[in-house]
């Protein structure tokens, strides 16, 4: 079956699959106030799942299924749970956030325990004060967080989900649980979906990809569209080694032909 193929059967899915509180029908959109003030309310969730290098992680999803922060690697499973809760011990503190510019001018954030050790690591953001803004958030939603579960594991898809700006985003989750690439904000579900083509055309081409610098010796990459826009971001990792290890993993899946959507 062609990637074209999955990409349809991805679109019939995701409308046929989609969240009901992200479904406005002809109702009017919820604004941006209300998204924030929804999504913070809720408690998110930790979830737990094991790397391509056979260490464990975590990451911290808010109610809405936004990835808020992804840990670093731990040797055992006991470990990355005792990250956790040292997650919930310093993260509702805004203080333990230390806050960081990556090497394009985009923003990211660092938990830190009282130790200095990186217990998490936010997405990039474009403007500073969205970053500083997400800090707020995800202090907000790490205290009213107390569930660690098990990332669901078996099957590699795209979720969409509406983001704490009120843009519509996508993530591609992989087989393993560990959610690999995420898009840009859209203003409408439709160019989201359309996006998710986009990444299935071209993610299967290694040279889309690029490796860029963040800070403090941590890297990320991009995926482009052939016109040069940026259609999807991968994690923010320790080493340039780990990101590259990144875009093979995203590249893998998509070839594989076996992305859908979320049940």
């Known amino acids: 079956m062609t990637l074209r193929t999955h990409a349809t059967r ?7 699959t989609a969240t009901p509180a992200f479904v406005t029908g002809c109702a009017v959109e919820t604004d941006y106030s209300e998204v924030v003030q929804d999504v913070t309310a809720k408690s998110g969730r930790f979830e737990t799942f094991v790397g391509k290098d056979k260490q464990h992680y975590f990451h911290l999803l808010a109610a809405n299924g936004e990835k808020m922060m992804r840990s ?3 040797a055992s499973l006991g470990g990355a749970e005792a990250g956790v809760a040292s997650c919930q011990t310093n ?11 990556a090497r394009n001018g ?10 200095g050790e990186v217990l998490g690591t936010s997405e990039l953001y474009t403007t500073k004060s969205s970053a500083l803004k997400s800090i707020g958030t995800t202090s907000s939603i790490i205290a ?7 990332a669901p594991t078996g099957t590699t898809l795209f979720q969409l989900f509406r983001g704490l700006d009120g843009k519509y985003y996508f993530h591609l989750r992989a087989k393993n649980g560990e959610i690999v690439l995420q898009s840009q904000g859209y203003k409408q579900r439709a ?9 299935l055309d071209n993610g299967v081409v290694e040279a889309s990809y690029e490796v860029k610098e963040a800070a403090d010796g941590q890297h990320y990459f991009v995926l482009e569209a052939q ?4 259609i999807g971001v991968g994690e923010t990792y320790s080493s340039k080694w780990n990101a590259e290890r990144g875009v093979e993993t995203v590249v893998e899946l998509l070839q594989s032909g076996e992305v859908l959507s979320a049940e």
């Open 72 to 74: 670093e690697g731990y």
């Open 10 to 16: 991805l679109f019939i899915a995701l409308a046929l």
């Open 106 to 115: 985009q923003y990211y954030w660092n938990l830190l325990a009282q130790n």
């Open 91 to 101: 993260g509702v503190d805004p203080n333990s956030f230390e806050l960081l510019q």
């Open 227 to 230: 016109n040069g826009k940026v």
């Open 191 to 199: 160019s989201a979906k359309n996006g998710i083509v986009s990444v």
């Open 144 to 150: 009213k967080t107390s569930v660690v579960s098990d």
